[in-house]
Structure formats: C-alpha cells, structure tokens
C-alpha cells in the first residue's frame, strides 16, 4: 500500500475546524451543542452582492477568468484601497485567490527557501504555522500575553530577526486574540523593518471592516517600507461570504507576479461569479455593512460581561474582529471525576462535554494559557453559552 507524503504526515489538522467537527458530529447525535468555534459571520450575505451574483448569472459569466483575477474586480481593489486606506496600487499588483487563507499559501510558496525564517506574532492564526512550514520555512515566534494587549513590540521584534529571516507576519485586527495596532505602534514596527530591506511584511487585514474603536490602520500607509509589504484582505469576514471564498493580496509588482504564475499552476482563476458579485461588495461604501460591526459590539459586551463573572477567567477588551480570548490558566490543576486540566486543550474538551458548548484551546494559535471564543452568534446565544461555560468551569475544584 502506498504511503501519504511525509509533508501531509508531519501537518496538523486545523485546530478550529476539528473542533467544528466535533461538534457537528455531537449535533448530529442529538447534543444540544452551541459551537463559538469558527470565525464565521451568521448574517447572511448582503442583498445587493447577492444580487450582483445573480446578474453575472444572467450575463452568462460561465468561463475560465483570468489567473490573478477580472481587470474589473482588481480595479476595484485599487479603488477600495484608495477610499478607504490611502494607498495607492496599480491592478497589476492585486491577485485574486479562492480566500485569503490561498493567498496567504501562495505567498509561502513563491518567497520561502527551504530553512528560510518566518517571524510570527503569537497568539497568530492557525494556518499559518502550518502554511509556513510547508513551503519549508522555519516559523519564529514572538509570544505575547494579556498584560500587552497580546501585541508585539518592536524591541522583541528586532531581537528576533537573524541573516535568515525572510519575512514577518501578523495580523490586526487580530485573529485570535482581536487586537489592533494603532497607528503609532506599527510606525515602531516599521522603523525596525526599514533597516532590513530584504524582509517582506505580510499584513494580515481579513478583519479590517470590524474595527470598534476607529479607522483601520496598515502598516503599508509608511512610504518608506511599502515595498516591503504584502496586504492580504478578503471579503469573508466583513461582507459576510465565507462560503463565496475569495481573497487577495496588494503587493510589489515582483511578488504579485510570482504568486500569479503559482496560482496558475495550482488553481487558476477565482469563481467568476464570485469576483463579479465582489466587484459590488467593495464598490459600495462600507456604510452599507456597518449593521454587523454595531451586532458585533453588543454581542462583545455581553460575553465579556457573562466572562467577568467566571472566577478565574481573565478577559480585556478587543477592540477588533469577532472573537475573545481569555486568559483561563487558573483552571489549570483543578479536576472534577478524576480528570485533573492540564492545558488549555484539556479545558476546551472539558468545556464542550460538560457545558455543550465548543471553543479552541489557545495552543492552536501560539499560546498555551488561552481559548478563543467566537462570538458570531446571536445574543440570546451566547448569553446561554457563557451560562453553560460558568456552570461547566464550577464543577472543577
């Protein structure tokens, strides 16, 4: 019998979607299980993208597009970035992908070396230490915890970088701990990069649209490292379209051209009638979906509040994305039935077979004293989900 590749071997699953599958598999036996384990939306796409999606139907957009994406839709990114972030690219420099989580592989693929260094700040996204070391690359973890804020700084940053760092990653606001860079915070982050013109940043920007506490800020804006940045967006988070998967990357013309012709090999273009309908998302003004961003905050208010009064559950306030991560080491070495929680993975499993509901353990992002909790769900959901964990963690003595 034939062997899988030693790559797939070595890989890690998905932390957040085994736990999504566990608890589907729990849902389908008849548990009552309520899952704040993925980073999906519950509101359904807005009406006018669906709608633009129809009319690409009817307007019979049934063939190959283009590998990096229409000239429509990239002009559309250039307009976006413009209006909304000030910057300035040309079309050449925008590649469409099947999601960001694809533009994100490609980058891995088209700039890493074998034995090349990532630095990542922790606590990062899933896949990216898996993407990163896939393409061979070693990934360098900067850790942070809940007294900074779960930011990094650029003291850590240079004591981390080496002759082998080849890029540096991060996400704002941030998946999963929902933290956000200010402005000020990632001009000090910039000065340290400038001194390393061989470094490429990969700004990670999927959740730019919830933003609770201002204009979103990218570290691309400071003129003298934008050539050294890569932005990866998408429209899953802020649109709504998980489902329709499409992301993109704005980048030196150099590396644009490079994930282009991997993309070439590996998927080709994009659903088309997914960028036609995208070309409408980002064309409007971002007013038309701020009704989410409003949701997001009361729903974020309650579950901060329903956690505040969990003995042992320490929480900030994250003024980005829809999740929040707590800080839950003080159920570490209490047990309940002989079962004694060692970790954060142990808490999770604890949490989902005795409050029914599903988290992910902190480990799967970098650090081991956390679990994120998505709130994507409806308020009276979560106020009995943070009523299920409270009565699950006080079983453990």
């Given at each position: 019998m034939a062997a899988i590749s030693e790559r797939i071997e070595k890989m890690a699953p998905s932390a957040t979607l085994e736990m999504a599958k566990k608890s589907r598999e729990l849902i389908e036996q008849g548990v009552d299980v309520i899952s704040l384990s993925l980073g999906e939306p519950d509101f359904d796409t807005p009406q006018y993208v669906q709608d633009a999606a129809k009319k690409a139907i009817d307007e019979r957009y049934f063939k190959y597009p283009p590998v990096n994406g229409y000239l429509e839709l990239r002009e559309a990114i250039c307009h976006k970035f413009k209006r909304d972030n000030n910057l300035d690219y040309k079309p050449s420099q925008i590649v469409v992908s099947t999601g960001?989580?694809?533009?994100?592989?490609?980058?891995?693929?088209?700039?890493?070396?074998?034995?090349?260094?990532?630095?990542?700040?922790?606590?990062?996204?899933?896949?990216?230490?898996?993407?990163?070391?896939?393409?061979?690359?070693?990934?360098?973890?900067?850790?942070?915890?809940?007294?900074?804020?779960?930011?990094?700084?650029?003291?850590?940053?240079?004591?981390?970088?080496?002759?082998?760092?080849?890029?540096?990653?991060?996400?704002?606001?941030?998946?999963?701990?929902?933290?956000?860079?200010?402005?000020?915070?990632?001009?000090?982050?910039?000065?340290?990069?400038?001194?390393?013109?061989?470094?490429?940043?990969?700004?990670?920007?999927?959740?730019?649209?919830?933003?609770?506490?201002?204009?979103?800020q990218s570290i691309a804006q400071f003129d003298f490292i934008k050539d050294q940045v890569i932005i990866v967006n998408g429209v899953s988070k802020g649109y709504s379209m998980t489902g329709w998967r499409l992301g993109y990357i704005a980048a030196p013309q150099w590396i644009a051209d490079a994930c282009t012709k991997f993309q070439g090999q590996i998927t080709s273009g994009a659903c088309s009638i997914t960028q036609r309908a995208v070309i409408e998302a980002i064309g409007q003004s971002t007013d038309k979906v701020s009704y989410m961003v409003e949701a997001f905050r009361e729903r974020k208010k309650i579950v901060i509040d329903g956690l505040s009064q969990i003995e042992g559950v320490i929480?900030?306030?994250?003024?980005?994305?829809?999740?929040?991560?707590?800080d839950i080491s003080y159920?570490?070495?209490?047990?309940?039935?002989?079962?004694?929680?060692?970790?954060?993975?142990?808490?999770?499993?604890?949490?989902?077979?005795?409050?029914?509901?599903?988290?992910?353990?902190?480990?799967?992002?970098?650090?081991?004293?956390?679990?994120?909790?998505?709130?994507?769900?409806?308020?009276?959901?979560?106020?009995?989900a943070v009523k299920r964990i409270k009565e699950a963690l006080s079983l453990l003595a």
């Open positions: 960001a989580k694809q533009s994100l592989a490609n980058i891995f693929m088209s700039l890493i070396n074998p034995g090349d260094e990532v630095i990542v700040f922790a606590p990062y996204w899933v896949s990216y230490y898996e993407q990163i070391r896939l393409a061979g690359g070693i990934p360098v973890i900067i850790s942070t915890d809940i007294d900074s804020d779960y930011k990094v700084t650029a003291p850590q940053l240079e004591e981390k970088i080496t002759p082998k760092t080849k890029l540096v990653i991060y996400s704002s606001p941030c998946n999963p701990s929902g933290s956000v860079f200010t402005k000020e915070e990632l001009l000090s982050l910039a000065n340290v990069i400038k001194d390393y013109p061989s470094i490429t940043v990969i700004s990670d920007e999927i959740y730019e649209l919830i933003n609770f506490d201002g204009t979103h929480c900030n306030n994250p003024p980005g994305a829809f999740y929040v991560y707590p159920y570490f070495g209490k047990s309940y039935q002989g079962k004694t929680i060692n970790n954060a993975s142990d808490l999770s499993l604890f949490i989902l077979d005795h409050g029914r509901v599903s988290v992910v353990t902190g480990e799967a992002f970098g650090t081991d004293k956390n679990i994120r909790i998505s709130y994507a769900a409806s308020d009276e959901t979560l106020i009995e």
